[in-house]
Every structure is written in C-alpha cells, then in structure tokens.
C-alpha cells in the first residue's frame, strides 16, 4: 500500500478567523502610500472583532490619520508538514485610537518588539474577513498485484 497526499484548502469563517488573529501577535499592516502599495509587519492584539496596531510615527500613522481602508494579514504555516492557517481582513478603516483610558490599556497589551517611544495605537475596524486553513490529507492507495 503506498499513501499518497492531497493538498486542501479550508475556506474559515468569520469567528475562526478572528479566534486565529488572536492566537498570534505579529501581522502584516497593508496600505497605500504614495500612491504604492505598502507592507509593514506590525505587533497586534484583538479587541473584540477590531485589530489594533502600535505605530511610532511615520507611513502607518499617516493612514490612520487619513482614514484610509486597509488589509491586515497573520499567518502560521508549517514548511515541513505543509500546513498552517493564513487569515486577510480587508476594507477595513484604519483609525487613530485618540482616547486616552483606550491608548493607557493598549499600552498594557500590544507588546512592540522595537523600542517606539511614541505610543500610537491604530484600530480596524474589519468589514471583510477571510481566511483559509491548507491541509495534508493522506488518502490511501492500493497497489495493484
């Protein structure tokens, strides 16, 4: 009996796709600038549906300020099992967290990697979330005699 192996895609739904974005901490922020598409990976925590960002000043800041629709993608894949989980919220506005209680607790939550002395929190606000699980099935064949 030799096993061969088939390749699936898993289409996920909204709720699963937020519970993934919350299992990880770092994503890729997609933007416009100067009239280019831009990605930038940034730390992230869930609150609720909405993903937030921290941002020191530049690019980021600039399409939160704007009010621009963006996308936010996080994945998990696995090279040697060939398997993982990538979920993309798209057009969703990018919105500068101005309140100061939000901006004190987003301090205590969105861990940076880098040093940013400025604390810039962003919010999206998703409309459109996808996500697709890719999986390894083993189906088995029999040899003919």
């Not at 530049?58 to 009010?67: D, N």
């Not at 621009?68 to 993608?73: D, N, P, R, T």
């Not at 040697?80 to 919105?95: D, K, L, N, Y």
């Not at 890719?134 to 003919?144: D, H, K, L, N, Q």
Request: neutral net charge; proline residues 5%; aromatic residues 6%.
């Amino acid at each position: 009996m030799t096993r061969d192996v088939e390749v699936g895609f898993e289409e996920l739904g909204w709720a699963e796709c937020l519970r993934l974005l919350g299992s990880v901490e770092v994503g890729r922020l997609v933007f416009t600038t100067r009239a280019l598409p831009a990605v930038r990976p940034v730390n992230h925590v869930m609150d609720g549906s909405d993903v937030v960002i921290r941002s020191g000043v530049g690019q980021k800041l600039v399409a939160a300020l704007r009010e621009m629709i963006v996308a936010y993608e996080a994945d998990v894949l696995d090279p040697e099992r060939e398997e993982g989980w990538s979920v993309v919220v798209v057009v969703g506005v990018a919105r500068l967290v101005r309140d100061p209680a939000e901006v004190a607790r987003y301090e205590k939550l969105v861990r940076s990697w880098l040093p940013l002395e400025e604390k810039y929190f962003i919010r999206i606000r998703p409309e459109i979330v996808t996500g697709r699980r890719i999986t390894r099935r083993g189906r088995p064949e029999f040899a003919s005699s």
